[in-house]
């Protein structure tokens, strides 16, 4: 394990060359790449620093008491499922709070995007009741960021494995994790059903790669961080590179809480909580929002003020708007011998056959499927599907066969924008540091819903073409209750009056300010986003350092 | 239930919802530390003392995990010591739900005098008869609660109190030093890989 660098000290008073707020996918990259072109970069996290020895295998703190996650105590939210509704408090959206933002704790899915993601309007048509667009870049001008991603971090993976798959310049920089019994069931059943499958691509490393150790195959994935550092997160990648480049100064457990601007116009810094609630203000000479696609709106609206009175960025009043999650439909399965699903990687064979479909099915979209384990013990027993025996002897042997026998299908599908769907300002409800709690409304499309049953239809398919014994299918309902995929709430687009920014997310109305994560999205993508938010970060800093050398910021 | 898989892993689980809440609440409260700090007399392997529970609570909710996860052909939740967990979890993380658990300990209590005579206490009866309270408030907030915190004490890290030895872990023949080689079950050693598929992935 390789020390963890410390970077450099900034002068608050000073103005920095960045502020990036946010140390997740997005703000990690954009520190990585703004450090390397030879700017100075400060970076505030709202959460910890973790070391290795406090990565447990802790499915209590991981998943129960909010260890690595945001607080639904010290910041609530509410819910309502329109605007008609009165929000009640209720937990809804979820992160991962610390270090690499919620790459600290996730699967590690990195798929691209595909070329229809970009113009699925275009080529498709329009759904009543959405706000379908183009984003105004393609998947080609995207591609040489996704490769440079892939190949700065350590996906794993098998290029042009399967039909469809899209145009790369570079193979994948590892090859694919060893697959496992619900990779091999998932391939079976494609197989049968004549469709193509596969190798998973994952940012999970299959060798060792940039000083750091292969996968040791724990099972432990899905909500919980990696202690070898074999998982691909910002904590074990950008952040460190940025850090070491000596323009970085990383600060956690530093909350920001506004965006300043000036007469002009122009963002002068932020002001942020440190650990102790001690107020501090940091100078900057530009920002980049990175906070995640709930934050990140939620920042803007908090920096509401006189010149600015809907809240920075949003001339457009779409601020917030357009948030979408990813849609999913789930089904599990026993099956006859041993799986043994929660030894090694959680996903391991995925198929991107129903990637593209025909609108006559009665809804615009698509998805992918793979079939995983991806909950601990203590979760795989408090959600065995309610036909079985809930306690007793027969719990106890229910319990085992489960979490040894079964697998879940898990078909990743996107998800419309509604512009209805919106984080938004609790207009009562005040979280530990005395600001406004995030809101968040929303409803599912009839279209998307639509959707979800047609893939829940096929994921039984495959689950009968791969042998199970008996499926349950997880409940579809108007709202996924739970979000974690962040997407759309500050969307970029060539016109001002209906998009957040540009097409090199810089905001419209403010030009030192940049917004750079998953609410830049357009669209949804078929369900794996953190690849894409990373090849975005890649692309803006790319932009954005031109800009400030031509002195265009 | 009607909960979708994703509201269900944000831990808002019907029958757990109770004693979750007052989790996170008192996670809240305490430093991250104080929480995650494995409590000495934990690790030394002597029997813990009770820091919560009255001697003869301790003993009926005992029997209660017990029932949860009865000690059969494997041990079960009593050699787990997830009485232990629970009776930490009330003095720690779940500190505001110790009253909510006391009443419906003394409601099950009351219940059990009623049937089985003045003064009888629910650690006192057969496991059959056990098993009929039980059965009787299934439904209850009291018993999803004590269900609740029996799985999760059965496979939270052993330094919460439960899982010694990590005995829930090793029911489900999950390893405590986690490194893990292909195959990992049958599906996927070569053999039937080729069976399966004509081809080895």
């Given at each position: 394990m390789q020390t963890q660098p410390t970077g450099r000290t900034f002068d608050t008073r000073t103005p920095v060359d960045f502020v990036v707020i946010g140390s997740g996918p997005a703000g990690a990259s954009m520190a990585r790449e703004l450090t390397r072109q030879g700017f100075d970069v400060v970076v505030l996290e709202q959460g910890r620093a973790y070391a290795p020895a406090d990565m447990e295998h802790d499915e209590l703190g991981a998943f129960i008491t909010e260890r690595w996650t945001n607080s639904s105590v010290t910041q609530p939210q509410t819910y309502r499922e329109t605007e008609r509704d009165t929000a009640q408090r209720r937990p809804y959206v979820g992160y991962a709070k610390?270090?690499?933002?919620?790459s600290f704790h996730f699967t590690g899915n990195y798929w691209r995007f595909r070329p229809i993601d970009f113009h699925e309007y275009s080529k498709r048509g329009g759904v009543p009741g959405a706000a379908l667009a183009d984003w105004p870049i393609t998947y080609e001008e995207l591609e040489p960021y996704y490769t440079a991603v892939e190949w700065a971090i350590g996906v794993s993976g098998l290029a042009?494995?399967?039909?469809?798959?899209p145009m790369r310049s570079r193979p994948y920089p590892l090859p694919p994790l060893n697959v496992t019994g619900p990779g091999v069931l998932l391939t079976a059943a494609c197989d049968r059903m004549g469709w193509g499958s596969m190798p998973a691509p994952m940012a999970i490393l299959s060798r060792e790669y940039n000083g750091r150790q292969p996968c040791?195959?724990?099972?432990?994935?899905l909500g919980f961080p990696c202690e070898w550092g074999a998982k691909s997160g910002a904590n074990y990648t950008m952040i460190p590179e940025a850090l070491r480049s000596g323009r970085c100064e990383l600060r956690s457990e530093c909350y920001v809480y506004r965006i300043e601007t000036n007469d002009a116009g122009r963002v002068t810094g932020v002001l942020y909580f440190d650990q102790d609630k001690q107020e501090v203000r940091q100078l900057a000479k530009a920002v980049v929002l990175s906070a995640n696609g709930a934050e990140s709106p939620r920042l803007l609206l908090m920096s509401a003020n006189k010149r600015f009175p809907q809240g920075l960025a949003n001339s457009s009043g779409m601020v917030g708007k357009h948030f979408m999650f990813n849609g999913a439909a789930t089904s599990r399965a026993e099956f006859e011998h041993e799986i043994n699903g929660h030894r090694g990687p959680v996903v391991s064979r995925i198929t991107h056959h129903t990637y593209e479909l025909d609108p006559s099915l009665g809804f615009i979209g698509g998805g992918g499927f793979d079939f995983r384990f991806d909950v601990p013990a203590m979760i795989m027993a408090l959600s065995l599907p309610p036909s079985e025996p809930q306690w007793g002897s027969a719990f106890k042997q229910r319990l085992r066969s489960w979490y040894s026998h079964s697998l879940l299908s898990y078909a990743h599908t996107t998800s419309l924008p509604v512009e209805g769907n919106s984080v938004s300002l609790d207009p009562e409800l005040k979280d530990a540091w005395g600001l406004p709690a995030l809101r968040t409304t929303f409803r599912e499309h009839e279209h998307d819903l639509r959707m979800y049953r047609w893939f829940q239809a096929r994921g039984r398919e495959l689950l009968e073409a791969a042998g199970a014994l008996r499926i349950h299918d997880d409940p579809i309902n108007d709202s996924p209750g739970f979000a974690v995929h962040l997407l759309g709430t500050c969307r970029m687009g060539n016109n001002p009056a209906s998009s957040v920014v540009d097409k090199f997310h810089r905001a419209h109305d403010i030009p030192n300010l940049f917004i750079v994560d998953g609410s830049s999205f357009v669209t949804s993508g078929r369900g794996q986003p953190t690849l894409t938010i990373q090849a975005l970060a890649f692309r803006a800093a790319d932009h954005i350092g031109q800009f400030a050398k031509r002195g265009e910021i | 239930m009607t909960l979708s898989r994703r509201e269900f892993l944000a831990g808002l689980s019907a029958m757990g919802a109770v004693w979750l809440t007052g989790a996170a609440a008192c996670r809240d409260a305490s430093p991250d530390a104080e929480t995650h700090a494995p409590p000495a007399d934990l690790l030394s392997g002597a029997s813990p003392a009770f820091v919560h529970f009255s001697p003869a609570d301790a003993a009926d909710v005992e029997a209660i995990t017990a029932r949860i996860f009865p000690t059969d052909d494997t041990p079960g939740a009593r050699e787990a010591g997830c009485v232990y967990f629970i009776d930490r979890s009330f003095t720690t993380?779940?500190?505001?739900q110790a009253d909510f658990f006391a009443e419906g300990l003394a409601s099950l209590n009351a219940s059990v005098a009623k049937a089985h005579g003045g003064g009888t206490r629910f650690a006192t009866l057969t496991d059959a008869e056990q098993d009929s309270m039980l059965r009787s408030i299934e439904d209850s907030e009291f018993f999803g609660a004590i269900r609740f915190a029996t799985i999760a004490g059965m496979f939270a890290l052993p330094k919460y109190g439960g899982n010694r030895g990590y005995i829930g872990w090793q029911m489900v023949d999950q390893q405590s030093v986690m490194e893990y080689q292909p195959p990992?079950?049958?599906?996927?050693?070569p053999e039937n890989q080729r069976a399966l598929l004509g081809r080895v992935l």
């Open positions: 610390a270090v690499g933002g919620t042009n494995a399967a039909p469809g798959e040791h195959n724990c099972g432990f994935c | 993380f779940a500190a505001d990992f079950g049958w599906y996927d050693q």
